[in-house]
């Protein structure tokens, strides 16, 4: 059976300064780490808050949002002990792929879709939560990157699945 095929559907903006706040655009990759079920989010894009003066507000507002709702830096070895990051949301629709991490802020971290398969699906039903591994990183293939620059985070989400 072949690989269905995602697009993102948010209409995308140039780079450079922005008025309004431009899409995020991310995917979410189902993967397993360390015998435990992951959600790896894919950031192609990273948005930059400067003040009107100038000043650096935020480098990476995909970054500064999870860490001020609890994300912690992946370092190696971890274990990800810990009970699931208060306020978070996440649930799966396996019959559409249809996924959504929600913030404890209100704001939606996702709102896509992920693939599956059926033993993540169980993974995740079994354990009740899911890690949430953020970084910018524009392909899988860039992880390891990511994670040798200290720029990986991770979240234990509560995660329902339908």
């Given at each position: 059976m072949g690989v269905k095929k995602r697009r993102i559907s948010e209409p995308a903006q140039a780079p450079g300064v922005h008025t309004t706040a431009p899409v995020v655009r991310m995917r979410a990759q189902a993967a397993s780490l360390?015998?435990?079920p992951v959600i790896i989010m894919i950031q192609p894009d990273t948005v930059t808050i400067t003040a009107e003066s100038g000043e650096l507000l935020s480098a990476?507002?995909?970054e500064t949002s999870v860490?001020?709702?609890?994300?912690?830096?992946l370092t190696l070895p971890t274990d990800f002990a810990g009970?699931?990051?208060e306020g978070w949301e996440g649930s799966l629709?396996?019959?559409?792929d249809e996924m959504t991490l929600?913030?404890?802020n209100g704001i939606m971290l996702y709102d896509g879709t992920m693939p599956t398969t059926p033993d993540w699906v169980n993974q995740v039903r079994e354990a009740g939560s899911v890690i949430v591994l953020t970084g910018p990183m524009a392909t899988i293939d860039e992880v390891e990157t990511?994670?040798?620059e200290g720029r990986?985070?991770?979240?234990?989400v509560p995660f329902a699945i339908d």
């Open positions: 360390l015998g435990h990476d507002t995909v860490k001020a709702a609890g994300g912690q830096a009970a699931p990051a629709t396996v019959r559409t929600l913030l404890p990511v994670l040798g990986m985070l991770w979240t234990r």
